[in-house]
């Protein structure tokens, strides 16, 4: 018991770790992976918040928030309404809560262009929200869902976060766009968030079955080495079905293959945060 306290307060004391999920494609398994890597690591111990930043909401549904009950939404938290703690909901997953995203957050470019601390927002919440938090209600990851677009709100994203995590379907067009990507991080790196670094490039949607994908993956790893994870994230059925039953894969049918291949990613990003801060 008292082993499992220490272990409690160890987490407790540790700042989380703020995860970007970004690519300016559409289509690539951003949402599918925030959802379905936050429930992995959960289910291996950590406290994990989902921040959904994508006004589609995709988030919110498949973890089966309805729009009904969005009363509040990260759109409150970027104009400043409502704190992170306020709009945070528990969701179906034990250990794993959800800042959830409605489609007011369309609009908040336009309201927030006026205010010089407009790429700042969700970093001022998110330390708001970290230095209210109790021991024993502390998160150790964050996880943020960006949109598909490199607009205002993947910039606050990406400068309140440590990395960015990079899905990257298996398919053609692959490299094109990850360039324009690349370049946006270093611009934020450069000028509002000296910290951020690539945390991995996840592929998803891989066919062993097509040899596009077999060739998508080679020019990926031979093009950004080390930063592409190990863990590959197949195409599943069950991985397609899950959100629309408001599950995560792991919920929905844990020995799948997609649901394996989440698990495996969750430790794969554990075993790089713990390389990191050996080093």
Do not use: W
Request: hydrophobic share 45%.
């Amino acid at each position: 018991m008292a082993h499992n306290g220490q272990r409690g307060q160890a987490q407790a004391a540790r700042v989380p770790r703020i995860l970007a999920l970004a690519n300016q494609k559409g289509g690539v398994g951003k949402t599918t992976t925030a959802i379905n890597l936050g429930t992995a690591l959960a289910a291996i111990g950590e406290n994990v918040l989902i921040v959904d930043l994508d006004p589609q909401g995709n988030a919110s549904t498949g973890l089966g928030i309805d729009r009904n009950k969005r009363l509040y939404s990260t759109y409150d938290v970027l104009t400043a309404e409502r704190t992170l703690a306020e709009v945070r909901q528990q969701t179906a997953v034990p250990r794993l809560t959800l800042a959830p995203a409605t489609l007011d957050l369309l609009g908040v470019e336009l309201e927030l262009s006026a205010f010089s601390d407009r790429t700042q927002r969700l970093k001022a919440a998110i330390k708001t929200f970290v230095e209210a938090s109790s021991p024993e209600d502390a998160v150790t990851y964050i996880l943020i869902d960006c949109p598909p677009s490199l607009n205002l709100l993947t910039v606050n994203a990406l400068a309140a976060a440590h990395a960015v995590v990079v899905p990257l379907q298996c398919e053609f067009f692959a490299l094109e766009g990850l360039s324009q990507l690349l370049n946006t991080i270093e611009q934020v790196r450069a000028s509002l968030n000296t910290e951020l670094a690539i945390h991995g490039v996840v592929l998803t949607m891989f066919d062993p079955r097509n040899s596009l994908s077999s060739q998508v993956m080679a020019d990926v790893r031979a093009f950004l080495g080390e930063k592409v994870y190990e863990t590959v994230i197949p195409r599943n059925v069950r991985v397609s079905e899950a959100p629309s039953h408001g599950k995560p894969v792991l919920l929905y049918d844990l020995k799948c293959a997609g649901s394996q291949a989440y698990l495996k990613l969750a430790s794969e990003v554990i075993q790089r945060e713990r390389r990191s801060h050996a080093a």
